[in-house]
């Protein structure tokens, strides 16, 4: 099993790869317990891991949510108003968020798989030397 760690990365969606993310990795119970809260939006998205259930009271824009298994295959996808409670999902190992409508747009739907790239092996992904999309450690 994988030790994921605060940081940032970009997510690739399978089948759309030349069109990465930038992505926030939420790691530690602390970076996880303030997700989205307090801001008045996010460029990109934020992973929660581990994670299978999420909320947004107290949050101050709608979020896509999805619930990711742990090979990073989209087990659902749903939209959450601000003050709402999400399902948990037992299968779910990982939650990815973003500003609601942002999901459908990258191809994020049930049944594809995503990777993340840490932040150094994006950089080198970019200038071509590095080819690795595996999770971030």
């Not at 108003?81 to 609601?100: D, Q, Y």
């Amino acid at each position: 099993m994988r030790r994921w760690h605060d940081g940032i990365g970009e997510l690739l969606v399978e089948g759309r790869e030349e069109t990465p993310v930038t992505l926030r990795i939420a790691a530690s119970s602390r970076t996880r317990a303030r997700g989205l809260l307090g801001r008045d939006g996010i460029d990109g998205a934020m992973l929660l891991t581990p994670c299978n259930s999420v909320h947004t009271f107290r949050m101050r824009f709608p979020i896509d949510v999805a619930y990711l298994d742990r090979g990073l295959r989209v087990l659902a996808v749903h939209t959450l108003r601000p003050g709402r409670l999400g399902m948990v999902r037992v299968r779910a190992r990982h939650v990815l968020e973003a500003e609601a409508g942002s999901m459908a747009g990258w191809g994020v739907v049930p049944g594809v798989r995503v990777s993340v790239v840490a932040a150094g092996a994006a950089q080198g992904r970019r200038k071509g030397r590095n080819q690795d999309s595996g999770p971030a450690c």
